[in-house]
């Protein structure tokens, strides 16, 4: 059930222009500020040798908990990157009862490359369950957010212009979709990559708030991605779902919360949702069996 918190529209309008004002500074003090201009010394690794991250990210996050904790009296934050330097404390808050989560850059690698596809992402969950997004575009100066049973709208952060995110009933015999199958252990990974590529128009994009807008814009019709975190798919998860598409769990068609494992699948409707769940691990896959 959605939290009381977000049932009065005067305070979903306070932390929109709250949340949308804080990204915005985060981003013209920090992140945009490194673009471009990273050193060698300001990169690592953190799980593998392409998982990234900079001093942008870490500096950006710090700010973003510095301004946000506290604010509505929720104390609970849980940041990719404390994240990765803390795990138990953060398994420790995926079912406390209001908790912000926080992904400062994602796409990240897309960010110390120069690439344009890298957003800022901040969500809030009610026991484990995402009821409130926020996904900012700053190349683009485009805020979209979405509450849970209140729809998902983009604004523009210059003129403040709303528009309703709305995804378009599709048919076609040619479906484009985005995403990836990190997470998904070999040999079913590239069975899995290959279906995807010869049975599907793919693009890569490299970010799950940029795939997310995309798909809510019905720019694409289907996003696969082979593991879920807290921070990358509660804002997919929101904003798909209140634009009108559909997300769920690959495994047992579950909705996704804070402690989802295993692949995720978001599309534009049900019948998209089912043929891409064939083409990519159909009932019978000895992945699923594996993955028990």
């Known amino acids: 059930m959605t939290d009381n918190l977000i049932n009065d529209k005067k305070t979903r309008d306070e932390i929109v222009k709250f949340i949308s004002l804080l990204l915005k500074d985060v981003n013209e003090r920090i992140i945009l500020k490194y673009f471009n201009n990273l050193k060698s010394d300001d990169i690592s ?3 593998s040798d392409d998982d990234f991250v900079s001093i942008a990210d870490k ?19 849980i940041g990719e990157e404390a994240s990765y330097i803390d795990k138990k404390q953060y398994t420790n808050l995926l079912n406390e009862h209001l908790v912000w989560v926080v992904d400062p850059i994602d796409g990240t690698k897309n960010y110390i490359n120069g690439k344009d596809n890298f957003c800022s992402m901040i969500s809030l969950a009610c026991s484990s369950i995402p009821i409130a997004t926020f996904i900012y575009y700053p190349l683009k100066k485009k805020f979209v957010y979405g509450f849970k049973d209140f729809g998902a709208c983009s604004m523009d952060i210059d003129t403040k212009k709303i528009t309703k995110l709305s995804i378009n009933s599709f048919n076609s015999r040619e479906i484009l979709g985005s995403g990836g199958t990190k997470g998904i252990p070999d040999p079913y990974r590239k069975s899995i990559l290959d279906n995807l590529r010869n049975k599907t128009k793919r693009v890569f994009i490299g970010s799950a708030g940029i795939e997310t807008i995309m798909l809510a814009n019905n720019q694409t019709q ?9 921070w990358d798919h ?5 904003v798909i779902r209140e634009a009108g598409g559909v997300v769920y769990m690959i495994k047992n068609k579950e909705k ?16 998209i949702w089912d043929h891409i769940k064939e ?13 028990s």
């Open 45 to 47: 690794t953190k799980t």
């Open 59 to 77: 500096k950006s996050e710090e700010l973003i908990y510095k301004k946000l904790i506290g604010f509505l009296n929720i104390k609970n934050f």
């Open 222 to 230: 289907f996003l696969f991605h082979g593991r879920v975190t807290p």
């Open 234 to 238: 509660s804002p997919l998860d929101v």
């Open 256 to 271: 996704f919360n804070l402690n989802s494992k295993g692949p995720i699948l978001a599309a534009s409707n049900h019948e």
């Open 279 to 291: 083409i990519t691990i159909p009932i019978n896959h000895p992945y699923l069996s594996d993955a």
